[in-house]
T-cell receptor
Framework: GESVGLHLPTLSVQEGDNSIINCAYSNSASDYFIWYKQESGKGPQFIIDIRSNMDKRQGQRVTVLLNKTVKHLSLQIAATQPGDSAVYFCAENSGGSNYKLTFGKGTLLTVNP | EPEVTQTPSHQVTQMGQEVILRCVPISNHLYFYWYRQILGQKVEFLVSFYNNEISEKSEIFDDQFSVERPDGSNFTLKIRSTKLEDSAMYFC????????????FGQGTRLTVV
């Protein structure tokens, strides 16, 4: 079936380290991918997106890499801070213009001071 | 900064009762969505709404559910005859025109069916 999943359910890093969160997807027709951050009791917050015609996109302290050959998506967070502690979801748009997002299970990132 | 607002933040209802979850999307947005997240599980798509009609819905969104945009600002999700398994966080989201624009999510309504 079509799914988006995460390899690691939890990730613990030291403050200042770089974090890498991975995601696998199986719908080769998906053309748009998003990373969301969710803090406890809050809704998903957009971090960064990437279109399928790109391999890499950078934002402020975050980079998303897309490998369409192996259907893999990753989020890199540079100089991780305690405020980055949250659950991170990757999501793919499997609905074309209807923007039907399929979310992965989520990775809990814990940043230790 | 514009945001999607949802009310109430927490709703407790008895099994079999009807509930209406309310959302005020960002004002210039044209696409509206409902998602839900059962505790400890991933966020699941329920329905998308555009131009005053449902554009897509998931298998979860059965006849028990309905959506409405009763005026120019509100977007509601009605759940008739609630079941215990409807207990979840319900998120409303909206986005601008364009297939590749991001969706902004509200803070969610926690629905507890007892």
């Amino acid at each position: 079936g079509e799914s988006v999943g995460l390899h690691l359910p939890t990730l613990s890093v030291q403050e200042g380290d770089n974090s890498i969160i991975n995601c696998a997807y199986s719908n080769s027709a998906s053309d748009y991918f998003i990373w969301y951050k969710q803090e406890s009791g809050k809704g998903p917050q957009f971090i960064i997106d990437i279109r399928s015609n790109m391999d890499k996109r950078q934002g402020q302290r975050v980079t998303v890499l897309l490998n369409k050959t192996v259907k893999h998506l990753s989020l890199q967070i540079a100089a991780t801070q305690p405020g980055d502690s949250a659950v991170y979801f990757c999501a793919e748009n499997s609905g074309g213009s209807n923007y039907k997002l399929t979310f992965g299970k989520g990775t809990l990132l814990t940043v230790n001071p | 900064e514009p945001e999607v607002t949802q009310t109430p933040s927490h709703q407790v209802t008895q099994m079999g009762q009807e509930v209406i979850l309310r959302c005020v999307p960002i004002s210039n947005h044209l696409y509206f969505y409902w998602y839900r997240q059962i505790l400890g599980q991933k966020v699941e798509f329920l329905v998308s709404f555009y131009n005053n009609e449902i554009s897509e819905k998931s298998e979860i969104f059965d006849d028990q559910f309905s959506v409405e945009r009763p005026d120019g600002s509100n977007f509601t999700l009605k759940i008739r005859s609630t079941k215990l398994e409807d207990s979840a966080m319900y998120f409303c989201a909206s986005r601008e025109q364009g297939a590749k624009t991001e969706a902004f999510f509200g803070q969610g309504t926690r629905l507890t069916v007892v």
